[in-house]
């Protein structure tokens, strides 16, 4: 999988702020390695095979990131699929989407680092009444230390060291930072 993204570009290196706020000198750009059909479909099968036998009903995903792997592990398992989206800065579902109560559901994102986004999500669900059967990722940057559900399943993990800005040493160099991130953030 590692050779995967670094043959499609999609492991960038240099100073970059990732969607939580945190600086990185890697960043996985997802959707560069989704872009490839072929790619796609055998990256969503490994988490589709994952969670083939848990008796998931809805794949639902934060956008925007997520939204492409979710409706292909949706496709794959053939359960109805979502996603989750901010207005004014706040997770909700919306454009007439909605979870039942007891409805068996799977959070699928392309990268956590931090978990922020499933967790929110993971809200929606708990609000709704739904059921979190569990959590898959393309890529887990915390190598495991993020645990969002018991059953949680990446394709890939490995720890790709993040900081926070003020501790951040490529800030310190004087490094150039960039935001490749689909969500704007404020912070520095």
Do not use: W
Request: with cysteine.
């Amino acid at each position: 999988m590692l050779d995967i993204f670094k043959s499609t570009g999609a492991l960038l290196e240099g100073h970059f702020r990732l969607t939580s706020g945190r600086h990185s000198n890697a960043y996985f750009q997802c959707a560069k390695v989704l872009q490839y059909p072929e790619h796609l479909s055998a990256v969503c099968s490994r988490i589709a095979d994952h969670f083939r036998e848990s008796g998931v009903e809805t794949v639902i995903s934060p956008a925007i990131g997520g939204i492409v792997v979710g409706t292909e592990v949706g496709r794959q398992l053939g359960v109805k699929t979502i996603f989750a989206e901010r207005k004014e800065g706040i997770m909700t579902i919306r454009r007439g989407f909605s979870l039942a109560k007891g409805e068996r559901v799977i959070v699928i994102e392309d990268v956590i680092t931090t978990g922020g986004s499933v967790a929110e999500v993971i809200e929606l669900l708990d609000e709704a009444g739904a059921l979190l059967v569990g959590v898959g990722s393309v890529v887990d940057r915390s190598n495991g230390k993020v645990r969002l559900a018991d059953n949680q399943f990446s394709v890939l993990a490995m720890e790709v060291i993040s900081y926070t800005p003020e501790e951040c040493p490529l800030c310190k160099a004087g490094i150039p930072v960039e935001a490749p991130g689909s969500r704007t953030n404020q912070q520095k």
